[in-house]
């Protein structure tokens, strides 16, 4: 039986590494990697931001599928960094989206391509990116949206451990609260995150389908980035003291961020028969796998 070819970008990442465990789990397919570094057999080193290294690693793997899951996540190395950035997100992109060969193609992108003027946004929302990342995954979904195959872009915002710098805003706040240091929460900023254990399944579930186009993931409920360090302080057992609230004051800082970004998850909840998990699921369930 031909086993379909999976290539996945960022396959060492907090998203990625995640993908890539429930992809193993599936004898359909063989699965080939590509990151800055090789990780073994059927793994690529190659770095995306070089579109002609990257077209020599799609020469050769010539897949069937592709899951592009890599980006730059600090966004001052995004400003910073323009061309690389460019290259990585939109460049690389491009690849893959004007590829014949491939079939099936998914993108992951964020809640951050919106300005956070609203929330609720919906697939159909206009994306207004306010700094350089935002602005380079937007361009990255274009590629994708004018594909030559069935390509689908995935707007979401997660939470996990292992993220490559230990970087992310899940372990900020939990390395922080678990040493006893004190932490401020922003009040006004709300967004809707998943566990990444939770997309990674919902993905491979996007992929079985004949969806195209964008679609909107997130946990049920938005709320404020406060409210979210005090949930991982409950569920974590970690003191809550040390957690007040301030304000994230827009006009500061060399990153604009957008203030909401919630995500209306209606449309993937009907498509796949699911209800979106709360928050707290999705905390003890970042609990629970941490323990293995
Ligand atoms: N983290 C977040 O808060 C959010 C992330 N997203 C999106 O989710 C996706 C996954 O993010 P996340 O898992 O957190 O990211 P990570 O930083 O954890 O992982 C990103 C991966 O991209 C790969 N990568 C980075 N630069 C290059 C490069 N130049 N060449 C090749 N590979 C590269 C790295 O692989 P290697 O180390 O092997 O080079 C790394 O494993 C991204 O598309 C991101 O835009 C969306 C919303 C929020
Ligand atoms: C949320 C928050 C952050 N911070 C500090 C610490 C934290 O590491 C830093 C940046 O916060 P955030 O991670 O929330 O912000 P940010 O880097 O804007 O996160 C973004 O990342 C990219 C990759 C995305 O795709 C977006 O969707 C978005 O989640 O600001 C606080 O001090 N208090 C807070 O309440």
Redesign the pocket.
């Known amino acids: 039986m031909y086993k379909k070819k999976i290539l996945l ?9 995640r993908v890539f465990q429930e992809l193993l789990l599936n004898p359909a397919y063989t699965v080939f ?5 090789s ?1 073994g057999e059927n793994s690529f080193a ?4 070089d579109p002609i290294a990257f077209a020599d690693v799609l020469e050769s793997v010539a897949p069937d599928i592709v899951i ?6 600090n966004l001052g190395s995004c400003e910073r960094e323009k061309a ?1 950035t460019y ?3 939109v460049l690389s992109s491009r690849l893959i989206a004007s590829r014949k060969s491939i079939q099936r193609s998914i ?6 391509v919106f300005d956070g003027l609203e929330g609720n946004y919906t697939e159909k929302s206009a994306v207004t990116p306010l700094n350089y ?1 935002a602005l380079t ?1 937007a361009l990255g979904e274009e590629c994708f949206f004018n594909a030559s195959h069935a390509a689908l872009v995935i ?5 996990g451990f ?4 230990n970087s ?2 899940f372990e900020w706040a939990w390395e922080n609260l678990a040493a006893g240091k004190k932490i401020t929460g922003y009040k006004n900023v709300f967004f809707n ?1 998943l566990y ?1 254990g939770t997309l990674a399944k919902i993905i491979i579930q996007l992929l079985n389908s004949s969806l195209t186009g964008v679609v909107h993931t997130g946990c049920r409920e938005g709320l404020s980035k406060y409210e979210f360090i005090r949930k991982i302080a409950e569920v974590f057992e970690l003191p809550l003291d040390n957690i007040s609230g301030s304000e994230l004051d827009v006009s500061e800082g060399e990153i604009r961020r957008p203030l909401n970004t919630i995500l209306a998850t209606r449309n993937v909840e009907n498509l796949l028969g699911i209800e979106m998990p709360d928050i707290t699921a999705e905390l003890m369930a970042i609990k629970r796998d941490s323990r293995k």
């Open positions: 970008t960022g396959s060492g990442g907090m998203l990625g590494s990697t590509v990151g800055r570094v990780r190659c770095d995306l931001s592009h899951c890599a980006a730059n996540v690389y290259g990585l997100h993108f992951i992108s964020t809640d951050s990342y995954k707007r979401t915002n997660i939470i292992n993220s490559p710098l992310s805003l995150p990444v």
